[in-house]
């Protein structure tokens, strides 16, 4: 006599489509959890910063102000000289970027297309000199400058952010090119061009999103960096992250004001991504799977 088991019928077995829309659903709950912890400092720094001064230090904080004012605004602007950290801070920033992308593309260019000895040696260079604390080059850096004469000033200060923003824009932009097939160049040259056409005509194109990624970090690096600016400026030549400290004296720290300063700086780069957003979108892509 034989037994016969009934085999599990389709309905007990979840769809395959079902799981899909539980798998997308999981990962859109992440997703919003994950905005919410990044973007909550953003929103607590505005909504401080629309704050009365008072309800700001309040014991008893509130998600929304109960009294939306301007006046942390106009504080900001009259506690002291807004406008030429500010302009200090994009020139910086501006310069080094410049440079940065000016010189880490053709160094980025030579170690991801040509072979030379060393070449790995330039690579783990390039990636020892990041992981050096800031705190251990300011004696360095302050000897360097002054001796060179460039301590106080923005061309000693461009020289030092350059040496943290043009590693990892070599690095960066090596990732880039390398995610260009070499063949692309070589079928331009074998068209006619020279290295440098084909390179001008066929990867640089390409490379643009790349370009536009790396300017933006390297933007963001130079505007936020506040030790080197500190140590290595006056208070007459300070930046714009430098000026935030003067909303701390010995009376104690004006919350409210300073937020409305840190929402004032934040506009450029708020206003410099919602002009790449698209390049900065296909660079960080571009860039992501060989190196």
Not at 93 to 98: K, L
Not at 118 to 127: E, F, N, Q, Y
Not at 207 to 226: D, K
């Amino acid at each position: 006599m034989t037994t016969t088991t009934a085999a599990p019928t389709a309905a007990a077995r979840p769809a395959p489509g079902a799981r899909r829309r539980k798998s997308k659903l999981g990962w859109n709950v992440l997703g919003v959890l994950v905005f919410a912890v990044i973007g909550f400092p953003v929103y607590w720094m505005l909504n401080t910063a629309l704050k009365p001064a008072g309800e700001a230090v309040d014991a008893d904080p509130h998600f929304f102000p109960r009294t939306f004012t301007l006046a942390n605004f106009r504080r900001a602007l009259d506690i002291a000289d807004f406008w030429g950290p500010v302009t200090r801070s994009l020139i910086v920033s501006v310069s080094v970027v410049a440079v940065a992308i000016a010189v880490g593309l053709l160094a980025a260019l030579a170690i991801s297309r040509f072979a030379f000895r060393g070449r790995k040696a330039v690579i783990v260079g390039i990636l020892a000199v990041q992981m050096i604390p800031l705190v251990a080059m300011i004696i360095p850096a302050f000897l360097l400058l002054n001796d060179l004469g460039q301590y106080d000033k923005l061309t000693g200060l461009i020289i030092m952010y350059l040496t943290l923003i043009l590693p990892f824009t070599v690095w960066t932009l090596r990732g880039f090119i390398v995610n260009i097939p070499k063949e692309l160049e070589e079928a331009a040259m074998v068209d006619g061009c020279s290295r440098t056409g084909a390179f001008v005509r066929v990867v640089f194109p390409l490379l643009a999103p790349g370009l536009v990624a790396t300017s933006v970090y390297g933007f963001i690096q130079a505007w936020n960096e506040y030790l080197f600016a500190l140590m290595l400026m006056s208070q007459q030549h300070q930046t714009a992250t430098v000026w935030l400290s003067n909303f701390t004296t010995k009376h104690g720290t004006e919350f409210a004001p300073m937020m409305a300063g840190s929402t004032m700086m934040a506009v450029p780069i708020v206003v410099l991504f919602l002009i790449v957003q698209r390049k900065m979108a296909a660079g960080l892509t571009a860039g992501a799977v060989k190196g």
